[in-house]
């Protein structure tokens, strides 16, 4: 799997490329939340740049792939270590936040989608209080 420094752009970026992921199906809509919220500006990446991680995440999940095909989308193992690669408080707030935007870009968020909502807030100790309040804030 690709490394990329912990809490930058492009961790932050990998995460979402996650959720755009996870439930197997590409959505245009996602793209056009990205850019409608100008999530590049807000990570600090290019569009292009963005893509590039989003193809990198691609790649690295295919190259996991099982002899049949099979990939594990909310396989723990990998998803933790992604969401190790962020850990200051104030970007796993934006980041939770954004990706709950994307999965509610389609106007309907996913059984695998909210399952990795779920354990990534879990994971990182963060409740949808926390989110209305430390959003609030700013």
Known sequence: MKKYAPNSPEALARILAMFMITDGNMDPREIETLENLHVY???GLSR???????????DDISDEAEEDGTIHLLAS???NVILDGVS?????????????DIC?????IS???MLLLRHMMHY???TLDDLQAELAKN
């Open 124 to 126: 990182w100790h963060i």
């Open 48 to 58: 292009k740049d963005f893509i590039k991680v989003l193809v990198d995440y691609c």
């Open 104 to 108: 509610k870009s389609d106007n309907t």
């Open 111 to 113: 059984d695998p989608e």
């Open 77 to 79: 193992e990998r998803t």
């Open 88 to 100: 200051e408080r104030n970007k796993r707030v934006i980041c939770c936040a954004l990706a709950l």
């Open 41 to 43: 500006e807000l990570l």
